[in-house]
T-cell receptor, first 115, second 111 residues
Framework: DVKVTQSSRYLVKRTGEKVFLECVQD?????MFWYRQDPGLGLRLIYF???????EKGDIPEGYSVSREKKERFSLILESASTNQTSMYLC??????????????FGSGTQLSVL | SQQGEEDPQALSIQEGENATMNCSYK?????LQWYRQNSGRGLVHLIL?????REKHSGRLRVTLDTSKKSSSLLITASRAADTASYFC???????????FGEGTQLTVNP
């Protein structure tokens, strides 16, 4: 089975801190995604990547950056955390570059609280 | 942007009953997918139906797609307490590159 592992289940950070959320997948998937999930707003796409060192902005990239130095690892960076970035963050991956948005595998999520 | 909308927002049934959830969307799609999310966890892909398909089955799941009405339904037969979760539809439009999720239906199956 594909495993998508997010480094932390819960994180508490202070406003202004730099925050790193790590995600690793173990099945050689081409594509990786970061979403945030908020009540009443559903899942919103932050950034995605179809290849190593490649990144594309999603629907809400402001305040975030990403890094994909290796195929299996996709990191989300909050440059200066703010309270409105308190959310559940979900990493996902999918297998084929030609069909990146089919059958996503998700990690268990990181619940981030920014105080 | 296009978004799937699930109906109802919440559904409570008894074990053994069938559960039906609906999803409507706004623009032409390439495919529609259903995902399940247990409380506090990530999403799990259940089934994908393409725009040229009308019905698909997987175990106790049955999905239908009506592109003329821009709607889909997910039927879970003989539900179990373990089916308690949120269910999301997600669509990929013919013109876009995003997988867009609805806000989900919260299903509670009472033992």
């Amino acid at each position: 089975d594909v495993k998508v592992t997010q480094s932390s289940r819960y994180l508490v950070k202070r406003t202004g801190e730099k925050v790193f959320l790590e995600c690793v997948q173990d099945m050689d998937h081409e594509n990786m995604f970061w979403y945030r999930q908020d009540p009443g707003l559903g899942l919103r796409l932050i950034y995605f990547s179809y290849d190593v060192k490649m990144k594309e902005k999603g629907d809400i990239p402001e305040g975030y950056s990403v890094s994909r130095e290796k195929k299996e690892r996709f990191s989300l960076i909050l440059e200066s955390a703010s309270t409105n970035q308190t959310s559940m963050y979900l990493c996902a991956s999918s297998l084929f570059r030609r069909a990146p948005n089919e059958k996503l595998f998700f990690g268990s999520g990181t619940q981030l609280s920014v105080l | 942007s296009q978004q799937g909308e699930e109906d109802p927002q919440a559904l409570s049934i008894q074990e053994g009953e069938n559960a039906t959830m609906n999803c409507s969307y706004k623009t032409s799609i390439n495919n529609l997918q259903w995902y399940r999310q247990n409380s506090g966890r990530g999403l799990v892909h259940l089934i994908l139906i393409r725009s040229n398909e009308r019905e698909k089955h997987s175990g106790r799941l049955r999905v239908t797609l009506d592109t003329s009405k821009k709607s889909s339904s997910l039927l879970i037969t003989a539900s179990r307490a373990a089916d308690t979760a949120s269910y999301f539809c997600a669509t990929v439009s013919t013109s876009g590159s995003r997988l867009t999720f609805g806000e989900g239906t919260q299903l509670t199956v009472n033992p």
